[in-house]
């Protein structure tokens, strides 16, 4: 009879092992998958952290060559309306006042239409030849040599 007792004190220990077991291993299960929903969330909110690095890094960027581009516009209008008003009063000049305090724009790289890569242009800045206000004179060395008058020596 004490191998019987001895038994079934065995089954029953193994039964009761089992069930304690089963509640435990659901915790520890549980706990092994938040720990995974935990490092997943922890590397995309780090992915999502470098992704707005990246962003704030490149409207940076975009908003300095933004300004540069203002500051070249700007810089522009004003040389364009002293040199093509030239008569006008300084009141009535919007540039008037910010032109003496114009510093020109640095620009480490050139923009697409400042490279040199394309052909030359067909026409000149500004007012040339007979379209200029500035009178000219002709040097004796521009004369043709018909024109020239003639040495006497």
């Given at each position: 009879?004490?191998?019987?007792?001895?038994?079934?004190?065995?089954?029953?220990?193994?039964?009761?092992?089992?069930?304690?077991?089963?509640?435990?291993?659901?915790?520890?299960?549980?706990q092994i998958s938040l720990k995974k929903d935990l490092d997943k969330s922890k590397y995309e909110l780090e992915q999502y952290r470098q992704e707005l690095v990246d962003?704030?890094?490149?409207?940076?960027?975009?908003?300095?060559?933004?300004?540069?581009?203002?500051a070249k516009l700007y810089e522009h209008m004003a040389k364009a309306s002293t040199e093509l008003m030239p008569n006008l009063p300084t009141q009535d000049n919007p540039f008037a006042q910010r032109i003496t305090t114009l510093k020109p724009v640095e620009n480490g790289t050139?923009?697409?239409?400042?490279?040199?890569?394309?052909?030359?242009r067909d026409y000149a800045n500004g007012a040339t030849g007979l379209f200029s206000d500035k009178p000219t004179s002709i040097s004796n060395d521009e004369l043709p040599a018909s024109d020239q008058p003639a040495k006497v020596g």
């Amino acid at each position: 009879m004490s191998w019987i007792i001895a038994i079934a004190i065995f089954i029953a220990g193994i039964f009761v092992g089992f069930i304690i077991n089963r509640l435990t291993n659901k915790n520890q299960n549980q706990q092994i998958s938040l720990k995974k929903d935990l490092d997943k969330s922890k590397y995309e909110l780090e992915q999502y952290r470098q992704e707005l690095v990246d962003h704030f890094a490149r409207s940076a960027e975009l908003l300095d060559n933004v300004s540069k581009d203002y500051a070249k516009l700007y810089e522009h209008m004003a040389k364009a309306s002293t040199e093509l008003m030239p008569n006008l009063p300084t009141q009535d000049n919007p540039f008037a006042q910010r032109i003496t305090t114009l510093k020109p724009v640095e620009n480490g790289t050139p923009i697409e239409d400042e490279v040199m890569d394309h052909q030359p242009r067909d026409y000149a800045n500004g007012a040339t030849g007979l379209f200029s206000d500035k009178p000219t004179s002709i040097s004796n060395d521009e004369l043709p040599a018909s024109d020239q008058p003639a040495k006497v020596g």
